[in-house]
T-cell receptor, first 113, second 113 residues
Framework: GAGVSQSPSNKVTEKGKDVELRCDPI?????LYWYRQRLGQGLEFLIY????????KSGLPSDRFSAERTGESVSTLTIQRTQQEDSAVYLC???????????FGPGTRLTVT | DQQVKQNSPSLSVQEGRISILNCDYT??????FLWYKKYPAEGPTFLIS?????DKNEDGRFTVFLNKSAKHLSLHIVPSQPGDSAVYFC????????????FGGGTRLMVKP
């Protein structure tokens, strides 16, 4: 079956530009998460969507970061006015309701020059 | 303030021997712990988990041990195989945080033939 997919796989952008990253979760998974992994570091939680509930945005590092999810499907993570410190691999994961096992996509490697 | 720590950034083991990866946590509210394995350019994949009501969970060559009083968990791989070479992340969650995972920084395991 199809796993979590993310696009693009790689994105190089100039400082100050906006970027949009996409995640397609596993069909039927009501929970969707965004994490990022900076070079040599662990995964850092960004935002969590669960069904129609208000998202948990507690991990977003600044107001330049935002995310949306359409129902229980696709999610987009938008970073406005990118900075060099935004360079990282952005990972999306999905899970069944109230299940702690999360399935990760391959990630989008963002490089801000 | 890192709530989940993996103090060994790397570990090298001979094929056939035991690999022991360690993880410490500070938040006593964590009640579910997971290990993920990550190959380069791929998302993390779930390996094994343990609930705080248990102190051991075994799945084939993989065993996770939980010591709640010490706030410590470990992953044992025996016998280790070259294909086990990857970065291993421990993660923790607790009920009222939904399923948001807090990850450690990862340990790179190298299994030498």
């Amino acid at each position: 079956g199809a796993g979590v997919s993310q696009s693009p796989s790689n994105k190089v952008t100039e400082k100050g530009k906006d970027v949009e990253l996409r995640c397609d979760p596993i069909s039927g998974h009501t929970a969707l998460y965004w994490y990022r992994q900076r070079l040599g570091q662990g995964l850092e939680f960004l935002i969590y969507f669960q069904g129609n509930s208000a998202p948990d945005k507690s991990g977003l590092p600044s107001d330049r970061f935002s995310a949306e999810r359409t129902g229980e499907s696709v999610s987009t993570l938008t970073i406005q006015r990118t900075q060099q410190e935004d360079s990282a691999v952005y990972l999306c994961a999905s899970s069944l309701l109230r299940a702690s096992e999360q399935y990760f996509g391959p990630g989008t490697r963002l490089t801000v020059t | 303030d890192q709530q989940v720590k993996q103090n060994s950034p790397s570990l090298s083991v001979q094929e056939g021997r035991i690999s022991i990866l360690n993880c410490d946590y500070t938040n006593s509210m964590f009640d579910y712990f997971l290990w993920y394995k990550k190959y380069p350019a791929e998302g993390p994949t779930f390996l094994i988990s343990i609930s705080s009501i248990k102190d051991k969970n075994e799945d084939g060559r993989f065993t996770v041990f939980l010591n709640k009083s010490a706030k410590h968990l470990s992953l044992h791989i025996v016998p280790s195989q070259p294909g086990d070479s990857a970065v291993y992340f421990c993660a923790a969650s607790y009920g009222n945080a939904g399923n948001m995972l807090t990850f450690g920084g990862g340990t790179r395991l190298m299994v030498k033939p």
